[in-house]
């Protein structure tokens, strides 16, 4: 799953909610960005058609739904997931390993990425939901049982990359979302690091939305992030 071109190091979170700002979004930084992730967002408002955007401007599709749920359906909806040329498919790593085994068996082509623990989520969260660990130790855990189920792909903040790459070696495909370059408003997400620290971390694919979504010059941001991780690659 590994790729050593720039722009297939970076995801751009389509987030919003209509179609024609979608394809605006790709066209202007498609020269940058070679993954566009359509979330619950747009997909919920206009299905597949989303995808279909991604594919007819020659990117790569990144469907985030985090599926979870009971093994049957899981199974079912990957498949579906996989016939539409999808390349990544998020799902929840707390699904269980039945339910993350029947999903990997049932992807095909599309690479599954579990998440572990959401970057939004901090100490005080975990313990509110009844993880009694750090987040660190919370997605090793998760990622293993992910691992024992078949899946190579995860999903965590960058701050527990460096950790998960030691825990799982080379073939482990690592996405880390919650990326903001230097001074950006974190917003939501508790757990964030730059490109430049995520890719020393050890990440394959680094999501990014609000820093070029709401720029002024989206092609622009992209653009810098690009070289970004360009540096710290050639690093």
């Known amino acids: 799953m590994n790729d050593n071109d720039d722009a297939s190091r970076i995801a751009l979170a389509l987030d919003v909610s209509d179609l024609d700002a979608a394809k605006r979004l790709i066209e202007q930084t498609h020269a940058h960005v070679g993954v566009f992730k ?16 991604v594919h007819a401007a020659g990117a790569r599709c990144f469907l985030d739904l985090k599926l979870h749920d009971i093994p049957a359906t899981m199974g079912r909806s990957v498949a579906r997931v996989s016939a ?31 998440v572990t623990v959401l970057t ?85 694919l680094l999501v990014v939305g609000r820093p070029i979504r709401d720029a002024s010059d989206p092609a622009s941001a992209a653009r810098d992030i690009a070289s970004q991780v360009e540096s710290a690659l050639a690093r």
């Open 84 to 114: 539409m040329g999808v390349s990544y498919l998020t799902v929840h790593a707390a699904a269980g390993s039945e339910s993350l085994r029947t999903a990997q068996q049932n992807s095909g082509e599309t690479h599954l990425l579990a």
């Open 120 to 204: 939004s989520l901090d100490a005080d969260a975990l313990e509110e939901i009844g993880l009694q660990a750090d987040a660190r130790a919370a997605a090793d855990r998760l990622a293993r049982l992910a691992w024992t189920a078949g899946v190579r792909g995860f999903v965590a903040s960058a701050h527990e990359c460096a950790a998960l790459r030691q825990s799982l070696g080379k073939e482990a495909f690592l996405v880390t979302p919650g990326i903001r370059p230097a001074g950006a408003d974190v917003g939501d997400q508790k757990r964030v690091m730059t490109p430049t620290q995520a890719i020393e971390a050890g990440a394959d």
């Open 38 to 53: 359509v979330g619950l967002e747009l997909y919920t408002a206009v299905g597949p058609a989303a995808v279909e955007a």
